[in-house]
């Protein structure tokens, strides 16, 4: 087995020791032809990202179409609401009401006949 170490001992590859606080490493020096063809790192990162924001999209596509569909159904009962409370409005009103003041200290069975 031929380590990274030992290619840079028999000059194999080109390097320059470095002795941070922790220690002592070597940093392997690239030749620019031997990373020519290479991918840039932010480049394969963002083809990464927009891969994964395609999938997600098409992941999350059927979701959306149905909560945006719950949204209109909701937008639609909200109006017809509207529109019934305007027109009858004070029977929505008189069933919110607390009980009046005689019969505020009945029990509920005398109140409602039982």
């Known amino acids: 087995m031929v380590t990274v170490k030992r290619r ?3 000059g194999a590859l080109r390097g320059e020791p470095e002795a941070p606080p922790s220690g002592f490493r070597w940093l392997v ?3 620019a032809a031997a990373t020519a063809g290479a991918i840039p790192p932010g480049a394969l990162l963002s083809q990464r990202a927009e891969e994964m924001a395609r999938f997600s999209a098409a992941l999350l596509a059927p979701y959306v179409r149905r909560i945006e ?3 209109e159904a909701i937008g639609t009962l909200t109006a017809q609401l509207a529109v019934a409370t305007s027109t009858n409005g004070r029977a929505a ?3 919110d009401a607390p009980p009046a003041a005689s019969q505020a200290g009945r029990s509920r069975r005398r109140r409602f006949g039982g």
Do not use: E, M, Y
């Open 69 to 71: 569909g719950q949204a």
């Open 93 to 95: 009103t008189q069933q």
């Open 8 to 10: 840079l001992k028999r």
């Open 29 to 31: 020096l690239v030749d």
